[in-house]
């Protein structure tokens, strides 16, 4: 069973700062099929990045994912008001076919 | 616009069973893979089942494995989930999402829908 970790749990920044998120996955990934996800309270999950490192359509590119194997990295730079939120990275795979981290929050400090 | 559209959420007393729908529209909707993705209060996000293109394939995760049956009706662009024997534990908001054209592998969703509550409590 894939577990996937995220840290750290909150991250305190300030407008302007630059956000990086850890997601460790108890095995390797396959083909680094891992996805970030941004949510905001009482909305969706909205996809960031997907194999890894493409961002989504509409995904400005101070947003940037990276990582393989079992280690993998959300990195936003220059943080805007609207990029307080839970964020969420997700992995495809044989078991279980797909699985979620913890989450990590990104609050204002 | 690629839209999708769930329902069928309530209140439910513990051991009962409820049908969610979740309607598609704006894509061909035929062709994706789709999920079902819950989240409880105050919780992270929790996959629940998956569903292939025409059907025929389909998997559910071992916490609602033989309580929930994922199915749809391709004719009229309706995913489905069966929830049976369901527990306080399954109270959650639960999504239906899926991939758009740019990620062929289905291994990540950009489409979801807005969610339905399923609150299980005597």
């Known amino acids: 069973e894939t577990v996937l970790t995220q840290s750290p749990g909150t991250l305190s920044l300030s407008p302007g700062d630059t956000a990086t998120l850890s997601c460790r996955a108890s095995?390797?990934?396959?083909?680094?099929?891992l996805a970030w996800y941004q949510q905001k309270p009482g909305q969706a999950p909205r996809l960031l990045i997907h194999?890894?490192?493409s961002r989504a359509p509409g995904i400005p590119d101070r947003v940037s994912g990276s990582g393989s194997g079992t280690d993998f990295t959300l990195t936003i730079s220059r943080l805007e008001p609207e990029d307080f939120a839970v964020y969420y990275c997700?992995?495809?795979?044989?078991?279980?076919?797909?699985?979620f981290g913890q989450g990590t929050k990104v609050e204002i400090k | 616009e690629e839209q999708l559209v769930e329902s069928g959420g309530g209140l439910v007393q513990p051991g009962g069973s409820l049908r969610l729908s979740c309607a598609g529209s704006?894509?061909?909707?035929?062709?994706?893979?789709m999920i079902w993705v819950r989240q409880a209060p105050g919780k992270g996000l929790e996959w629940v089942a998956f569903?292939?293109?025409?059907?025929?394939?389909?998997d559910h995760a071992d916490s609602v494995k033989g309580r929930f049956t994922i199915s749809r009706d391709n004719a009229k662009n309706f995913l489905y989930l069966q929830l049976r024997d369901l527990k306080p534990e399954d109270t959650a908001v639960y999504y239906c999402?899926?991939?758009?054209?740019?990620?062929?592998?289905?291994?990540?969703?950009?489409?979801w829908g807005q969610g339905t509550m399923v609150l299980v409590s005597s």
């Open positions: 704006g894509f061909t909707f035929g062709n994706c893979e």
């Open positions: 997700q992995q495809y795979g044989r078991s279980p076919r797909y699985s």
């Open positions: 999402a899926t991939s758009g054209p740019f990620i062929p592998a289905f291994d990540a969703f950009d489409i």
């Open positions: 095995q390797s990934v396959t083909n680094n099929y």
């Open positions: 569903i292939s293109g025409g059907g025929n394939s389909i």
């Open positions: 194999g890894a490192s």
